[in-house]
């Protein structure tokens, strides 16, 4: 099983960058996919998620109408879209897989916001 993230750099604030996560191993179609992020010396929190039916959405308030998150099944790959970054958002963004409770974590892209 592996979760690869990549995407993530270092963007000026209100900037925009585009994370993906390419999954395999897995039926990535069956699972649940969501985005946390880490800030260093905070813990590690959702940020979007996204359903294996229906593609339901859900968001951190604190990205509600900033970011979007996405899946591509013929490509086993989740998006997350970030636009008008602000420098809280400066954080280790991890890719994670859930089905019938097993979970699986990417290992993370970092991405800076500043100036």
């Known amino acids: 099983v592996q979760l690869v993230e990549s995407g993530g750099g270092l963007v000026q604030p209100g900037g925009s960058l585009r994370l993906s996560c390419a999954a395999s191993?897995?039926?990535?179609?069956?699972?649940?996919m969501s985005w946390y992020r880490q800030a260093p010396g905070k813990e590690r929190k959702l940020v979007a998620a996204?359903?294996?039916?229906?593609?339901?959405?859900n968001y951190a308030d604190s990205v509600k109408g900033r970011f979007t998150i996405s899946r591509d099944n013929a490509k086993n790959t989740v998006y997350l879209q970030m636009n008008s970054l602000k420098p809280e958002d400066t954080a280790v963004y991890y890719c994670y897989a859930v089905f019938t409770g097993r979970g699986y974590w990417g290992q993370g892209t970092q991405v800076t916001v500043s100036s």
């Open positions: 191993g897995f039926t990535f179609s069956r699972y649940d």
């Open positions: 996204i359903t294996s039916v229906g593609g339901l959405t």
